[in-house]
């Protein structure tokens, strides 16, 4: 059983920064593929950031430059660094993982992953 339990989630506006940290628990952790979805009013649930269990990287192309996801091994924590906050990123953050190997196309797949967060909630005000 894997458990992740996200924080960091607030209210900033527009412009600001916000860390997100997800931390993971459970006997199948480390996990193949770890990522940050993320779900807004009316809206399907997208991918935002995912990372390998060798630290590569992928990010969805509206917050390329702006997100960096990383990965504490010692501490079993999962971060999303969110900068340049726009009011369009307003939503629930989720971070997941995947115990099963994820090829590059498919690491911001909803579908592609088996643990979930509870989501905390990011909002940005213009």
């Known amino acids: 059983q894997v458990q992740l339990v996200e924080s960091g989630g607030g209210s900033v506006q527009a412009g600001g920064s916000l860390r997100l940290s997800c931390a993971a628990y459970?006997?199948?952790?480390?996990?193949?593929?770890m990522g940050w979805f993320r779900q807004a009013p009316g809206k399907e649930r997208e991918g935002v950031a995912a990372?390998?269990?060798?630290?590569?990287?992928t990010y969805a192309d509206s917050v390329k430059g702006r997100f960096t996801i990383s990965h504490d091994n010692a501490k079993n924590t999962l971060y999303l660094q969110m900068n340049s906050l726009r009011p369009e990123d307003t939503a629930i953050y989720y971070c997941?993982?995947?115990?099963?190997?994820?090829?590059?196309?498919?690491?911001?797949?909803?579908?592609?992953?088996?643990?979930w967060g509870q989501g905390t909630q990011v909002t940005v005000s213009s």
């Open positions: 990372i390998d269990i060798i630290g590569t990287t």
């Open positions: 459970g006997d199948t952790y480390p996990s193949s593929c």
């Open positions: 997941a993982a995947s115990t099963a190997w994820l090829i590059s196309g498919t690491r911001l797949s909803v579908q592609r992953y088996k643990h």
